[in-house]
Structure formats: C-alpha cells, structure tokens
C-alpha cells in the first residue's frame, strides 16, 4: 500500500489557474508518441512541444534561490500599486506572474528530487538538508503568494488580470493583506516537527547486551535464541524505545495543527484537513459507512483469522523485486491503452526505484516531477509476491498522473485509480498460479485494508478530538489500544505493541485524515474488480473512462458518472463483505 500519494500540489497554480498563460515552462494534451530515438517522447501538456525528457539519473538538483523568488513577487507587488489597465502594462503584470509561476514550477521539481533521493538514502543527511530548506522555503513562498493575490485585487488591474486567469481567482483577496507572524511560526514549527520525525525515524536502533540491532535485526535474534528475550518481549521491548522516541513528536504536532486550524478559521482540525484533501464529503456523511466497516466487515476478519484463511491468503511466495516489476509490466502490457503507453515511458527513463533496502522509506509513493511533467514511482520492495500488487497500486497513480499531466482533484479519486490498477493486475499477470495466489491475498488485503484503515482514523478522529491538556502520550497510546481491539486487531502479541506501535505510521505525522481515502476509494476500485470478474475488460474500460474524466468533477459525482454504486454507503460495504465471502467459501 502506497505511504505517500499526495504530491505538493503547486501553490501558486492550484490559487491562480495559470494554466492559460504557461509558455516556456508549460505542459497539454497527450499524445504520447515513439520518435525515430530510442527513447520515447510526447508533447507537453499544451500540445506545442515536445517534453525536454531525461532518464532519472540525469535529473540534477539545483538548490532553488529563495532570495530571488521572492524578490520576484515582491517587485511585482510593488510594481502593481502604480500600474493602470493599459493593456501593455497589464501584458507586462502578466509575463512576470508567468516568471513566477515558472520558478515555482522548477522549485517543486527541486523539492521533489531532494525528497525522492533522501527517500532512496535516509541515512544520507545532505539530502535530509535540502529537503528542510525546501519544506521552509515552501512556507515563505506560501505567505508571499497570498500577499501577491492580494496585490492584484487591489489593484486597477483587477479586472483585466481576473479575464486572464479565471473568473472569480480573486474573490476573497479583497482588503489589506495579512498574514500573523504567529501562523508563519506555526507551520514552520509543523514543517520541523515533520522532518524531526523522519530523522528520528530513520536513526531509530537499540543496543541490547553491547551490541546494536535494527528492529528486525532483533526480533529475529530473538527467535533464534540469540538473545535472552522472547520474540513477544523483544517487540515490547523496541516499541516502547522506539514510542519515547517518537509520540511526543506526534503529541506536539497534533497541538500545532490545532492552533494551525483555529488560525485559519475552523472549529476543530478535521474540518481543515477534510477541506485540505478537497473531499466532497464529511466525516458525518461517513459515518454509518465506518460503522458498517466495524459491524460488517470486523468479524468476517476475525473469522478468516480463526480458520486460517487470513494467513495463508498472506503467506505469498518470495519474489525478487525486479522479477515483481516484469510481471506488472506484463499485466499493464496486456491491459494495452493507457496503462502500455504509461509503463514504456516509465520504464524508458528509469521512473521507479522498486529495489529493497534499510535504508530506503518505509513504504511507496508516487510523486510527480513538474519541469520534466512526468511521474515517478518509489517502492521498498518486501521480497514477496505482493511486490508485484504494490508496484501496480503506485503504477496506477502513475498512468494517472501521464495521462492528466499530474492535475489530481482529489485524493479520493487518485486512490480509486491506483487501487483500481492492483484489482485489475489480477486478471491480466501472465502467471495463472501467482494471479490466483494474488487474488486470495488481495482480497484478504482489502479486507485488512479497511479495518486498519478505518481504526487508524478512528484513532486520529479521537486524538485530535483531545483537549489540549489531554494530549499526552499516555493519553494516545490508550486510545490506540482501545481502537485495536474495537477493530479486532489485538491478538498475538503484548498490549503495549498495540499501545504503542502506531508510531510508525508515517500517515500520522505527514499525512493526517488521509487514511479514510484508502477505504472510500477502494469501495468504489473493489467494483472494478467485481466488473472485470463479471464481463472480460469491462473494468479496464471503465478505469479509462475514470481516468479519462478524473480532472473534472468531484469523488462521488465522478463515482456516480461511470457506473460505480455510492462508495460511502454502508450498502456498499455489506456488497463487499458478501463477495469476500463467496470467495473464500465463507
């Protein structure tokens, strides 16, 4: 399962719709076509060039110059208080929006290198660093573009701008700019808190006896008797170092985010980061469908766990990750469409690491690289056959973002497309065995996927629902236990591994109220899986047909257009439910 889907969505264009005006620095409509090269090239998104296309490895880093973006907006600001509408100095006011938007566009290109090559290496601190500089560059950059909208509202060229970049771009920006020092103090202290957590993260190791061990390292010294714990203890052991260590960085972020909340005018923290995910729902619209998943779907997998279903569905056979990627290949080959054109052009420029290592991030994403207008896969791969699920889950966000140029409207339906490609790879990998091994296990998967998705935002929903004073460690840990064993996830092991082991779901400290996209997409992707079941490419048909409409209308209307039953209803979950076990014989 992919750990970080969301992209910086580029702030100057998601606030001005620039779109229109891009030239040099721009990208449009597909088609992707072979050039007499070796390599394969397609035109940019406005259809007027060919993408400037390098493979990875030849994508170099520049650290972006803060000082001159920034004097940039500022002269412009400047410069608008004495400009008329004349059309040359309205021409003038735009060409250097356009600049701006420019370096904006090369900036979250730089930011996006410095986190993927940190991401491959986290041990490696000079990419650490530049991922700090460009998160709290990113945050000046914020301030002053808000200050520009601004400018231009009050300007007398408001209404000559406004035909340019959109109807209504400035509503709001009425009146004089602010922007409290407080707010800027607060999202620079989140911002730190985030990356003091990855740093944290990635030194985490414990020395038992004189010797130092990785978390792996130790639990499988337990079971071989290497050292005086059992493997039950061991794990006790390392989480409770590993939760001092990091809970009370999740307890002060929490805080932050409050105060954040609060300073942007909203009651509670959930509501902002709803809106933040540009969801067309709330969490009471979710409500009895979180409820269905606890009164449906728990106790189906408490019975695939006491019959043994849920561990031999999960006990898939060793794949090396290279071997993983041929076989996704294969499958989006077979799928032809968008999915053979995407997976040639990832593969052509080297766009995915898949290779495993300790060092690398501790999950999958796929993030999207603006001045090369091309996506780029991430995965630290586990060695086994769902490799092969989890290179076609950030595959799909891949073919979405080739196909829409990176214009993702929400998160919602980037999951729906992304899940959609795992579903669909089961019925196209060229290995009969391995796709009916990978059936059982995707299923039990989904399964799991909804209730430990739905319990970590059970846990998020009652942590940020705390008073301030009662956000406490102690407090946190009490409440993860408490939604283990609500969502049937204790068993096997001590309390204090279901108390404190949620300190290393990344979710919580970079990504917060995004876990219940991965339950509300995959109730609309586990019917694509029901349709190819039911009729030979039809579920193909219908993700292009997704993919094809993904950038014009919200989750549920969009759900709704393509044929898929309401994916927030409780119905949906109960039709779930009853496939899984038509499956398994249950």
């Known amino acids: 399962m992919n750990n970080l889907r969301t992209r910086r969505i580029g702030l100057l264009l998601a606030a001005m719709l620039l779109l229109s005006l891009l030239s040099g620095c721009g990208v449009t409509d597909l088609p992707f076509s072979r050039s007499s090269q070796a390599l394969p090239q397609r035109m940019n998104y406005q259809g007027d060039a060919p993408i400037d296309m390098v493979p990875f490895s030849e994508m170099e880093y520049t650290r972006p110059d803060g000082d001159a973006m920034l004097r940039r907006i500022d002269d412009l600001i400047a410069a608008l208080k004495t400009r008329t509408a004349d059309d040359d100095e309205v021409d003038a006011s735009l060409d250097e929006i356009d600049t701006i938007y420019c370096d904006e566009y090369t900036f979250l290109t730089m930011q996006t290198l410095a986190t993927i090559r940190s991401d491959i290496d986290q041990s490696d601190k000079h990419w650490l660093e530049e991922v700090r500089f460009c998160d709290a560059l990113s945050i000046e950059l914020q301030q002053k573009y808000e200050e520009l909208k601004h400018a231009c509202a009050a300007s007398r060229q408001r209404d000559a701008l406004e035909k340019q970049l959109g109807e209504g771009v400035f509503d709001g920006y009425d009146g004089d700019y602010t922007y409290p020092e407080a707010l800027v103090q607060l999202q620079h202290r989140e911002t730190e808190l985030e990356s003091q957590y990855y740093e944290a993260y990635a030194d985490l190791s414990l020395t038992y006896n004189g010797k130092e061990y990785t978390a792996n390292e130790f639990v499988e010294a337990a079971y071989a008797d290497e050292i005086d714990l059992e493997p039950a203890d061991a794990v006790d052991y390392y989480y409770n170092m590993a939760n001092a260590e990091l809970a009370p960085i999740f307890a002060e972020l929490v805080k932050v985010r409050q105060q954040i909340a609060a300073a942007f005018g909203y009651d509670n923290y959930i509501d902002y980061a709803y809106d933040v995910n540009n969801r067309d729902y709330t969490p009471d619209d979710v409500a009895d469908y979180t409820d269905a998943i606890v009164t449906e779907l728990v106790p189906l997998y408490k019975r695939t766990v006491d019959e043994g279903i849920y561990a031999s569905a999960n006990a898939t056979d060793r794949i090396k990750p290279r071997r993983c990627l041929q076989l996704a290949e294969s499958a989006a080959r077979a799928m032809g469409g968008y999915q053979d054109e995407a997976m040639t052009y990832m593969l052509a420029y080297d766009l995915c690491d898949v290779d495993s290592s300790p060092k690398k991030y501790n999950g999958s994403y796929e993030v999207y690289l603006e001045d090369y207008e091309s996506p780029f896969v991430l995965v630290n791969a586990t060695g086994y056959g ?14 979405d973002d080739f196909v829409n140029y990176g214009i993702g409207k929400s998160t919602d339906i980037n999951e729906v497309i992304s899940q959609g490609m795992e579903y669909l790879t089961l019925f196209y990998l060229e290995d009969e065995d391995l796709a009916a091994e990978l059936t059982d ?23 940020y629902a705390l008073e301030d004073a009662a956000i406490t460690v102690e407090n946190i840990n009490a409440i993860a236990l408490e939604v283990s064993e609500e ?9 204090a591994y279901y108390a404190e082991s949620w300190v290393e779901i990344s979710h919580f400290y970079e990504q917060p109220f995004y876990v219940i996209s991965y339950c509300v997409s995959d109730s609309a992707a586990f019917q694509l899986y029901e349709m190819e079941a039911q009729t030979e490419g039809l579920g193909v048909d219908t993700l292009h047909d997704y993919i094809d409409i993904a950038t014009e ?15 927030i209803s409780a119905e949906t979950i109960r ?9 398994f014989g249950l």
């Not at 769902?386 to 073919?399: K, P, Q, S």
């Not at 969502?487 to 309390?495: A, N, Q, R």
């Open 553 to 567: 209308e919200d989750f549920l209307a969009l759900a709704a257009d393509c044929g898929f039953t309401d994916p």
């Open 575 to 583: 039709g779930i439910a009853e496939t899984i076990r038509d499956h």
């Open 441 to 463: 296990f995707k299923l039990i998967d989904a399964l799991r996927l909804y209730i430990e998705q739905g319990s970590y935002n059970a846990f998020e929903e009652r942590v």
């Open 487 to 495: 969502f049937g996830l204790t068993g096997g092991w001590h309390d």
């Open 386 to 399: 769902e490799d092969v699920l989890t290179i076609a889950h950030e595959f799909g966000h891949f073919t």
